[in-house]
C-alpha cells in the first residue's frame, strides 16, 4: 500500500500532473467544503520551482471557478428561499455587503467568510461577471502572496 501512495504522489508531483492537481484542488477548495489549496500550489512549486506563475495562475483559475459555482449556488439559494418564505431577508451583513456591491468579492481570498461570501453575493443577484473579476484579483494575490512567504520561510532551490 505505501508502495502505491508513493507512486501516486511522485505522479502527482510531475508537472503533467501537478497542474491539474492543484487546479481541481484550487476549486474544490473555493467552493464551501473545508479544504486548503496553499499546500498543493506549495508543494508543486516547491518540486518544480520552473512552476511557480504556471501554478499561481491554474491555482487562481481554479479557485475563481469554484468561487463562481458558490456564486451560482448562492443565486439558486436564493430563488429557492424566496419561493419559500415570500419575504425578503435584510440582516446587517447583507446589507453591509450589499452597499459595496461586487468589490466586497475581493475578499474571497479570506479563510473562513472567503468562500461564503461568493455564495451571498449570488444570493444577493450582485452582478455574475464583476464579482468573478474582483474573486480573481483577490485569489490571484493571495497565491503569489502565500506562495512567495512559504517559499522564504522554507528556502530551498528556487528561482522563478
Not at 71 to 89: D, N, Q, T
Not at 141 to 153: I, Q
Request: glycine share 8%; proline share 8%.
Amino acid at each position: 500500500m505505501d508502495a502505491w501512495i508513493e507512486s501516486l504522489l511522485t505522479a502527482l508531483a510531475l508537472p503533467k500532473f501537478g497542474l491539474s492537481t492543484v487546479f481541481v484542488v484550487a476549486f474544490i477548495s473555493a467552493t464551501l467544503l473545508p479544504l486548503g489549496s496553499e499546500p498543493a500550489v506549495f508543494g508543486l512549486v516547491k518540486l518544480n520551482p520552473h512552476l511557480f506563475w504556471p501554478a499561481i495562475l491554474v491555482a487562481t483559475a481554479g479557485n475563481t471557478l469554484g468561487g463562481a459555482v458558490s456564486w451560482w449556488m448562492g443565486y439558486g439559494a436564493e430563488r429557492a428561499y424566496e419561493r419559500v418564505k415570500h419575504k425578503p431577508l435584510e440582516a446587517r451583513a447583507l446589507t453591509w455587503l450589499q452597499s459595496f456591491g461586487p468589490k466586497a468579492c475581493l475578499l474571497s481570498w479570506l479563510p473562513v467568510v472567503g468562500d461564503p461570501l461568493c455564495a451571498v453575493a449570488g444570493w444577493l443577484k450582485l452582478p455574475f461577471w464583476p464579482c468573478v473579476a474582483y474573486m480573481a484579483i483577490g485569489k490571484f494575490a493571495r497565491y503569489v502572496t502565500m506562495t512567495a512567504a512559504l517559499l522564504w520561510v522554507f528556502p530551498g532551490t528556487f528561482s522563478p
